[in-house]
């Protein structure tokens, strides 16, 4: 069945440095999500991307999906302690019908 | 928007008992989902309901679950004779639209099975 890779599996980093986590596919896919979780907190919908090469901004994040719309990035600059927390990517099952996650990559960071 | 609601938020129970949660969809949403999430995975599908009807189970979903969505509203879970791998937070979500829409969570029912 469908499914994502997603990397790295963890990170830490300093307050101000830059983060980048990658999704995956071997597949096409026809869009990807993107979703942040806070620790005890629940799965939150940051954005979806549907273009080849589309490139969106949200404040000091910066998704991207591949021309090849296989993967997909996210990029914080210069991460604040409000960052943490673990991100998805989430992208279509084979039937259309739900979203199946990745595993997530979990920001750690000290300030 | 009230948002997604879910209950109990917490549930904890012997092994072999039966359990029910229940999901308060976004009201004009006509897409209810329910998720599993164990510590270090993202949410897995088990199932979803489009208005009243069940349209597809993961073969997560044993028979030992069920899944309830009457008139369309509000959704119930149920797993019976619950097992210490059942352990895991239940996710429910909704959306409208179609399996691509961005879907909306609730803050999950936490099960530890003793």
């Known amino acids: 069945g469908q499914q994502v890779m997603q990397i790295p599996q963890y990170q830490h980093v300093q307050e101000g440095e830059d983060f980048t986590t990658y999704c995956n596919s071997s597949t096409t896919l026809s869009n990807i999500q993107w979703y942040k979780q806070r620790p005890g907190g629940h799965p939150v919908f940051l954005i979806q991307?549907?273009?080849?090469?589309e490139v969106k901004k949200q404040k000091r994040l910066t998704f991207q999906f591949g021309e090849a719309k296989k993967n997909s990035s996210l990029h914080i600059t210069a991460t604040q302690t409000t960052d943490v927390g673990t991100y998805f990517c989430?992208?279509?099952?084979?039937?259309?019908?739900?979203?199946?996650f990745g595993k997530g990559t979990t920001l750690s960071v000290s300030s | 928007d009230t948002g997604v609601s879910q209950d109990p938020r917490h549930k904890i129970t012997k092994r072999g008992q039966n359990v029910t949660f229940r999901c308060d969809p976004i009201s004009e949403h006509n897409r209810l989902y329910w998720y599993r999430q164990t510590l270090g995975q993202g949410p897995e599908f088990l199932t979803y309901f489009q208005n009243e009807a069940q349209l597809e189970k993961s073969r997560l979903l044993s028979d030992r679950f069920s899944a309830e969505r009457p008139k369309g509203s509000f959704s119930t879970l149920e797993i019976q004779r619950t097992e210490q791998g059942d352990s895991a937070m239940y996710l429910c979500?909704?959306?409208?639209?179609?399996?691509?829409?961005?879907?909306?969570f609730g803050n999950g029912t936490r099960l530890t099975v003793t």
């Open positions: 979500a909704s959306s409208l639209g179609s399996g691509n829409s961005p879907l909306h």
């Open positions: 989430a992208v279509v099952n084979q039937a259309g019908t739900a979203l199946i």
């Open positions: 991307l549907v273009k080849s090469g």
